[in-house]
């Protein structure tokens, strides 16, 4: 059987919601060991146990959506998705991941052991969720064929910056996601742009909820937290390449690990993530036959599809292109999609 290659897409916040619930024990039984020590290290801190949150009888988005929750049930649903992946049917070239996708690629890719992965994790969503400073909203700017609407992006940025020149106003870029803009900044930002940009879908602009200020300069405080409690010590040499929220390469053997620890710790933090940049580079460097989406959930596949015929890989440049390529030969493969799992895991 002739291997496929594959690039690695983890995902971060925002994954693991009521369809979710119980997806450690649904797909991943055979790693109680590596999820009891997860759990162990949750009991040192004083916080409940992640087979504990994920084995709830019922979600609860005000419990289960926190970061100190959130983020831990992501990062081991993912991680246990990755040593899922049938390594008879596909030889993985690279890793990347949306915002704290980031930590959970530096633990697929050996730059942060398992452990080392759950503690930089858990961690950061814990000060996340003790800090929640300010807050995300989401507002698209391409058509219902994932085809980009004139002047929408500009118009986007130009009241971001509008609003950020008001007193006691702050908003910016947080990610670039594909076909999304996802924004942040404090609640008077916030609600500016709420009240004041077209409504659409009778959805957008979306707010998320238990979300602070990801990726912008609302988050130093959070940095510096976490520059303090994680040793750079943590982090080793990647084990296979590593994209990051600039679409910057960290190769196997070539990568600074304080330089890793530094940006992972810092630019990350607080500066916007540009995801669209990363799966850009991700097909123009490695030009896989797939891209693997981890689980939980699969939100994230359109953002990674959006972003893909941004950079117009295999020539697809709308959504109604991209369906035909994917319906004759799957060029993207959600984990957290029944249908596609099947494909991954063999």
């Not at 500016?192 to 009778?202: N, Q």
């Not at 912008?216 to 976490?226: F, I, R």
Request: proline share 5%; net charge negative; hydrophobic share 40%.
């Amino acid at each position: 059987m002739t291997k496929q290659t594959a690039v690695v897409v983890a995902p971060g916040r925002g994954t693991y919601n009521k369809a979710e619930l119980g997806y450690l024990t649904r797909h991943h039984a055979d790693k109680a060991e590596l999820f009891a020590q997860f759990d162990a290290f949750r009991t040192q801190t004083g916080q409940e146990a992640v087979t504990a949150l994920d084995g709830a009888e019922r979600f609860s988005g005000a419990k289960h959506t926190r970061g100190d929750h959130a983020s831990p049930l992501i990062y081991a649903a993912a991680l246990a998705d990755y040593q899922a992946i049938d390594r008879d049917k596909f030889d993985v070239l690279a890793v990347t991941g949306n915002s704290m996708g980031w930590y959970i690629a530096l633990a697929c890719g050996g730059a942060l052991s398992p452990m080392g992965g759950f503690e930089v994790v858990n961690t950061m969503g814990t000060l996340m969720q003790e800090n929640l400073i300010g807050g995300q909203i989401i507002y698209p700017f391409m058509d219902d064929n994932w085809v980009g609407i004139p002047g929408r992006r500009a118009e986007v940025f130009a009241k971001c910056a509008e609003i950020s020149t008001r007193a006691d106003h702050v908003l910016g870029l947080s990610i670039d996601l594909g076909g999304m803009l996802v924004l942040a900044g404090n609640e008077a930002g916030l609600v500016a742009f709420e009240r004041e940009m077209p409504r659409l879908e009778d959805r957008f602009p979306m707010r998320l909820p238990n979300h602070a200020g990801f990726h912008t300069h609302l988050q130093k405080p959070v940095a510096e937290q976490g520059r303090a409690r994680l040793d750079a010590g943590l982090f080793g040499q990647p084990e296979m390449p590593l994209i990051d929220g600039r679409g910057a390469i960290w190769a196997p053997g070539a990568a600074n690990k304080h330089a890793l620890w530094d940006y992972t710790l810092g630019h990350q933090v607080y500066e916007p993530y540009d995801f669209t940049a990363a799966l850009r580079v991700a097909a123009r460097e490695f030009m896989p036959d797939v891209f693997i989406v981890l689980g939980p959930g699969g939100t994230l596949g359109g953002a990674v599809a959006q972003s893909l015929l941004m950079a117009n890989w295999r020539g697809m440049s709308n959504k109604t292109g991209f369906q035909a390529e994917q319906a004759q030969t799957p060029r993207l493969l959600s984990m957290g999609r029944e249908d596609q799992r099947a494909l991954v895991t063999g």
